[in-house]
């Protein structure tokens, strides 16, 4: 067996929680102070010893025209989570269970609507990931896409687009770990000190219908009052809803909110969940709860506010990213103008 550096192993851990994720986006994570070319080899590397698969995607724009780059995903195959498991890297207490991989075999290239929500949806979570890892205080983190949940005689429940438990512990001061290692939540032990976040992120692609919406409403409402989530995640999340168009919001809201009255879901819309600078987790959202509804930023007060936010990240030992590595970048891209250098 070759050995495997860290961030090697870095890479198909994250593949395993986010499944299909352009090189763009692997890179600005994983290697933020590394040029592009080092990265480059490395995800190379790993695909020639069949640990991850890749695609390239035409990027077509509106018309179907071919414009700028192609796009390159990768994702972790059989073989890589078997390395994992080799390396002892997951637990088997349903983290290992739930990673995603497929056939080391070439795969069809994806089409591109399944593209954009597929990569939509790893670089939310990574924009996320890249913002909250630099403060001290995040003490760990679970995040995995295609969260399926069940009964006890193995009936499907639902499928959640991605669950997010980010836990802080305020008592952290300094940090403990290189600036590019994002903290996994591992043994599933948390502190009592400290405070957690359950996130569980659904994308609206513009196609379902408002009664699968209505439906996915009552299913949270359901599983949460039931224990569901309070047995499997250590409570319940709270649902954030990304729609395409802005337009498309109010809709969305006006069904939800009649669906599951008094909901803590947040909702936003593409154009509005991204903060150019940091990211997702402070971009505009609006809480469904409140009647009207208001807006607020994705954690609430827990971080302060995005004015604070320079200072509270100052400390933070990742050093100035390298050219084109902001999440952030990857994540404000809108359909067809999607590129990737790695």
Known sequence: MLPMSERELAVLRLLGRLGMVMGQTIRALICPDQHAASCRRMLRGLVERKLLWHANVPNANAEGRLQGRTPRVYGLTDDGRQLLDTFGAEPHDGTFERLISRSKQAPTPPSASQLFTETYISDWCASLLDQVRRTPML?????????????ANGALLQTIGAVIILAFDPELKKFDRAGWVIPWLTDGAIAPSWRVVRLALEVDTGV??????FEMAQTYARLSGDGTYQRLLGGAPRPVIVTPPARRARAVADVWMGAWEGSPALLSS???TCHPEYGVLWGEYLALKAN????????????????????????WPGGAPAAGSNVSQVTNKKPGSTSASA
């Open 208 to 213: 379902a219908s408002m009664r699968s919406i």
């Open 292 to 315: 009207p509804v208001i807006k607020t930023s994705l954690l609430g007060s827990l971080l302060g506010t995005v004015e604070q936010w320079p200072a509270k990240i100052a400390a």
């Open 270 to 272: 593409i154009e509005r």
């Open 139 to 151: 003490a760990g983190v679970h995040m995995q896409r295609r969260y399926v949940i069940t009964d």
